[in-house]
Each structure stands twice: as C-alpha cells, then as structure tokens.
C-alpha cells in the first residue's frame, strides 16, 4: 500500500554535496507526512528532516544549516539535498511515511517502527 524507493546516494569527499532522491507510492488517499532519516553502524537511527503535506518542514538542529528537504507533489518525489558531507555523514539514509503522531517528536524520535520504510541508499564520505 506504500511504496518506497530511494536513490542518489555514493560516495562523495569531505565538502561535497549530494541530492538524495525518494519515489513515493501511496495506495490510498490520506494525510501524510514524509522525511528523511540515517543509520550508521552501531549508532541509532536519528531524524534528520521532515516535510508536511502542505510544504511546511521541520529539521533536527544538527542538519539544518547543511541539509534541505524539498518535494515534487506532480512527480511524487521527495528529495534531500546535503551540502558540506562531512565523513561522520556516512550512514544508511532512509524515507520514511509517517500517517499520524507528532512531526517534531517523529525526528527526535529517529522515525518510529511503525512507520513505512523504504529500502535506503548508501552514502560514504571520505576524508
């Protein structure tokens, strides 16, 4: 009933940037939010950027000056762009689809089980 693809990620050096890229697929019409989140190993996932369905967006506090989360409504993409990558930005970076709860609470949260993945893209920054 939802679908979720994610694309764009590589390998990039320190200072660089990337455009990271969700196709989303709902099944059935209803409100949602959508945002991005990453995984290194052995770290717990964290939030890093959400984006309602009116265009309003919400950013952890960490990714904010670098990061920004944009969407294509007609093209039902969501997307990521990441400047400055730094080598602790190498992680597992996911969408997710969330239908309810808290949007602010939801990146704090680092996404919540319950929620609707994609599959991820790796991003890797060397130094």
């Known amino acids: 009933q939802v679908q979720l693809v994610e694309s764009g990620g590589g390998e990039v050096q320190a200072g660089g940037s990337l455009r990271l890229s969700c196709a989303v697929s709902v099944a059935y019409q209803s409100t949602y939010c959508i945002g991005w989140f990453r995984q290194a190993p052995g770290k717990r996932r964290e939030g890093l950027a959400a984006i309602d369905q009116d265009g309003s967006t919400h950013y952890a506090p960490s990714v904010k000056d670098r990061f920004t989360i944009s969407k294509d409504n007609a093209a039902n993409t969501l997307y990521l762009q990441m400047n400055n990558l730094q080598p602790e930005d190498t992680a597992m970076y996911y969408c997710?689809?969330?239908?309810?709860?808290?949007?602010?609470?939801?990146?704090?949260?680092?996404?919540?089980?319950?929620?609707?993945w994609g599959q991820g893209t790796q991003v890797t920054v060397s130094s």
């Open positions: 997710a689809v969330e239908f309810g709860g808290d949007i602010t609470l939801w990146i704090k949260d680092g996404g919540w089980r319950a929620s609707h």
